[in-house]
């Protein structure tokens, strides 16, 4: 049976902005890597304003996290914010939820009901997952967007609703478009600002960072304990391929702190799965090229990545004797590090740090 829970996956706490402490995006949207420096530039500028947005990025990478920040550094702040998962409800009940409904509309609405657009109304609904959201819904969204009058089902009456919406997918929109899945104008009408979550093996040198601060979560909720990662499991923990992004990581942490039995987070804990690069070893070289082709330069490029990660990772982060086991100079094994936005762990007996 389908519950109310399941469907409204959060409607947070109005947000109190308070000069006093950092803003709440650097608060919650971690990070330094160059991407996510230059994605919370976005955020904040984008929290300026009302325009539509549509976040993309794989599962786990933040895109709730960058939904909320955006909501949490905008003037709708003291107003809700409203997170509908669309794959999450029948497709049948979706309208309903999202835009109310009248007694009598349907079998089972024995009393009208205010939707979620309406619980949202001054605030923000972030629609997740809208590529699960079936046309005919999509049809009935898209007018909302272009004048802001909702019509709950069985009704007569519209009402004007003041919400900003932010909606965000894992897959590929574009191409649910060309296969007529998702509607080309409703894409267009919600990516007036576009925003991509780069995946976690993409910023790799955030992931030291990440780890401090969900054990500093953990210090919070467990006071008098404290841990220590060891240099060695850190090395894995950053070489590894992180397919559930940012969620892998903090459950990953959580699972450590519960397995670790002093203090001390090292390789033995790790599952086997994650220690010496894990399953970065599989190789994603497709085995045809299919209609659409491959990215060569893309996946070139991941292929460096993970080369100079497997080769950081034997060597304990050691540059110089990375380089040489892939047959590199110095200086380009540095080029590269750079481009790929790898920033190996410091390594005690380095001599090169170019
Ligand atoms: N940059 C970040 N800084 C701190 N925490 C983060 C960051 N990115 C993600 N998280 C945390 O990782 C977890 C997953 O993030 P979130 O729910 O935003 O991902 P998502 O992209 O919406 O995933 P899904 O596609 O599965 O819905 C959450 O616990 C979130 O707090
Ligand atoms: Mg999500």
Redesign the pocket.
């Known amino acids: 049976m389908y519950s109310a829970g399941d469907i409204l996956t959060a409607v947070s706490e109005p947000h109190r902005a308070d000069a006093a402490f950092r803003s709440p995006v650097e608060r ?4 330094d890597h160059p991407t ?1 420096v230059k994605l919370r530039a976005l955020v904040d500028r984008v929290a300026a304003t009302d325009a539509t947005v549509l ?1 993309t ?12 920040a955006i909501h949490s550094l905008s003037a709708r702040n003291r107003r809700n914010f409203v997170a509908v ?1 669309c794959a999450a409800i029948p497709h049948e009940l979706l309208e309903s939820e999202m835009f109310g409904h009248e007694r009598g509309a349907f079998t089972g609405a024995s009393t009208p009901r205010h939707g979620l657009f309406a619980t949202a109304d001054g605030g923000t609904i972030f629609l ?2 809208i590529g699960e959201m079936p046309l005919q819904l999509q049809a009935k969204l898209l007018r909302v967007l272009e004048d802001g009058i909702v019509r709950p089902v069985g009704s007569d009456r519209s009402t004007r609703i003041d919400a900003r919406v932010i909606a ?1 997918s ?1 897959n590929d929109l574009v191409a649910a478009v060309k296969r007529n899945a998702f509607r080309e104008d409703l894409f267009y009408r919600l990516q007036v600002v576009p925003i991509v ?1 780069p995946p976690l093996r993409e910023r790799r040198s ?1 992931i030291p960072l ?1 780890v401090e ?2 054990l500093d979560r953990m210090r919070e909720r467990l006071p008098g304990r404290d841990w220590t990662v060891t240099r060695e499991a850190m090395v894995n923990l950053w070489s590894y391929d992180w397919p559930g ?3 892998e ?2 459950n990953m942490v959580e699972r450590l702190v519960i397995m670790c039995e002093d203090s001390i987070i090292d390789i033995e804990l790790l599952p086997s799965n994650l220690v010496n690069g894990g399953r970065m070893a599989e190789a994603r070289i497709p085995a045809t090229l299919g209609e659409n082709g491959v990215n060569l330069n893309l996946l070139v490029r991941e292929l460096e990545g993970r080369m100079i990660n497997q080769a950081l990772t034997q060597t304990s982060g050691n540059k110089q004797a990375a380089a040489k086991l892939l047959g590199l100079k110095r200086t380009t094994f540095a080029a590269k590090l750079r481009r790929c936005g790898v920033i190996a762990p410091s390594a005690s007996n380095e001599a090169d740090d170019s």
């Open positions: 919650s949207l971690i990070g996510i976040i990025g794989e599962s786990g990478s933040g895109k709730e996290v960058v939904a909320h998962n997740d997952e965000a894992n979550i955030d990440l601060y969900f992004n940012v969620r990581l903090v």
